[in-house]
């Protein structure tokens, strides 16, 4: 779910998140779960020549793609690494940024954990994560829009509720919560839709799982596509401090 964070709704909040992490000149930033690697040049231009900016990820091949997008750029370090246990030697962080990462890890907690032992005293850290027990799906089939997001707080992502419960997680973890915002993001874009959301793929599943019939669902991402179409759901922010 939520494959990428294009359009206008992900940039603004993107936009936002960075803004409210008030990167400064010869800071150390963490990017974790940085993926193919899209915030590492803007936060590299944020830390200037003095500062350093280091993009962890599991997977390689979201790896290889971050070295190149940052080819050329120095002061940006590329490190493989699990979330749970991070490359990275205690105390060293100034600002850290985690973005739609949480709902897909086994223990969140844990991985907050990670974040306090890597930031030091002062630091900020900003978070992103949705919650998808409020996406809503317009359609005339409204019980099949409901047993969507059934199947998908249940079963296709595995922290499908993570965004209402930053806030709670981060204090746990021992941050100091400053800001918690809540955006919806709004699809009137069928196509879009179906490549952010997934909503085809995972109507798939939810058939071949039995949590749909096969025609009834058939039926209803056929009728999404003839629109007009409306998507929505809760995307939680929160900013903390160390």
């Avoid at 590329?78 to 060293?92: C, K, M, N, V, Y």
Wanted: aromatic content about 4%; charged content about 30%.
């Amino acid at each position: 779910m939520l494959r990428g964070a294009a359009g206008n709704a992900g940039r603004a909040y993107k936009q936002q998140l960075l803004d409210l992490l008030d990167v400064q000149a010869g800071q150390t930033v963490l990017d974790l779960g940085c993926g193919p690697g899209t915030d590492l040049p803007a936060l590299a231009d944020r830390v200037g020549d003095r500062g350093t900016v280091i993009g962890v990820d599991r997977d390689r091949a979201m790896l290889t793609r971050a070295r190149e997008r940052t080819d050329g750029l120095h002061r940006v370090e590329i490190r493989e690494g699990d979330a749970h246990d991070l490359p990275i030697e205690s105390g060293t962080v100034d600002r850290a940024k985690i973005d739609r990462v949480l709902m897909h890890v086994a223990e969140p907690a844990d991985v907050l954990a990670q974040l306090h032992r890597v930031t030091r005293p002062g630091a900020r850290i900003g978070l992103a994560e949705p919650d998808w027990d409020t996406l809503a799906v317009d359609a005339e089939d409204l019980e099949t829009s409901r047993a969507f997001t059934r199947y998908t707080t249940e079963e296709a992502v595995r922290n499908a509720t993570i965004g209402r419960s930053l806030a709670r997680l981060a204090g746990q973890a021992g941050f100091r919560v400053e800001t918690v915002l809540a955006a919806a993001p709004v699809f009137r874009d069928f196509q879009e839709a179906d490549h952010t959301l997934g909503l085809g793929r995972n109507m798939q599943k939810a058939i071949d799982r039995g949590r749909v019939g096969r025609d009834r669902g058939h039926r209803w991402f056929s009728g999404l596509s003839a629109g007009p179409f409306y998507a929505s759901f809760t995307l939680v922010s929160v900013i903390c401090s160390r």
